[in-house]
């Protein structure tokens, strides 16, 4: 994309943010970063159980919990598509599951929110890899899918699909995420990877390097928590894509 800026949206967790943060800024620029929020909990705004300003000093965490309680995704993707020449997304956040209000909305299970107690007693917890959660986020897929169609990005969706790994670049056993072994999620997310791809048929990205885990990583040891080698090789394929899709008219 010689001359101008990629501009770059991303539905998605760390793993999409970590890749783009090694892309050289005279590249490429962030529109909009969608993060801590299921496909499932977007578009369904939830009734105000609590404040996140009251409860977290971070301004990114609160942007995100205040975000998942409006299920207010769709908005920003629609709100930014004039300004974005690639969606980037990866699906490392549905690992959190997502409780079920009564009045039929559902929210994304954060660490903050558990951290802080902020959820209610009683809310029926389904977690990733259920039936009934594959059958929400299929149907929330489609949901996305139009949302994306209709912004005219479904030509420039990206999906980051790289395997958790199972052991750190030292040889050491990664540890589980909210009950998912690395192998167990690398099982139990090949239907979700593959219903997106079968509904809205993005482009993909797979590492080309061998995929370890950083031990001492800045946001500590996790399965999706990668050495920069595969950061990097993200990031890369991240600018090779833009170039070849180009920039939106």
């Given at each position: 994309m010689p001359g101008s800026l990629m501009r770059v949206t991303i539905h998605g967790s760390c793993v999409s943010r970590d890749a783009f943060e090694l892309i050289d800024p005279a590249q490429a620029t962030l529109t909009r970063y969608i993060a801590r929020q299921s496909l499932i909990s977007a578009g369904t705004a939830c009734p105000p159980l609590f404040d996140p300003a009251d409860l977290l000093d971070s301004p990114f965490q609160i942007r995100m919990l205040s975000g998942d309680l409006r299920g207010d995704a769709l908005e920003h993707i629609t709100g930014v598509a004039a300004e974005t020449d690639l969606l980037v997304c990866d699906l490392t956040d549905e690992r959190l599951g997502v409780f079920a209000l009564p009045d039929g909305s559902y929210l994304t299970r954060t660490v903050e929110g558990l951290a802080q107690h902020v959820y209610p007693a009683g809310l029926r917890l389904i977690e990733l890899g259920d039936d009934e959660h594959f059958r929400l986020f299929e149907h929330a897929l489609d949901r996305w899918a139009t949302t994306v169609a209709d912004a005219g990005l479904l030509d420039r969706v990206?999906?980051?699909?790289?395997?958790?790994?199972?052991?750190?670049?030292?040889?050491?056993?990664?540890?589980?995420?909210?009950?998912?072994?690395?192998?167990?999620?690398n099982v139990v997310y090949s239907r979700y990877l593959y219903a997106m791809f079968d509904r809205v048929d993005p482009w993909v990205i797979r590492p080309r390097v061998r995929v370890a885990a950083q031990g001492d990583h800045q946001w500590g040891p996790a399965p999706f928590h990668y050495v920069p080698e595969v950061q990097r090789d993200l990031a890369d394929q991240i600018v090779e894509l833009g170039r070849r899709i180009g920039p939106r008219d």
């Open positions: 990206v999906v980051l699909h790289v395997p958790w790994a199972s052991q750190t670049v030292d040889g050491e056993a990664t540890p589980a995420s909210f009950k998912l072994s690395a192998d167990l999620a």
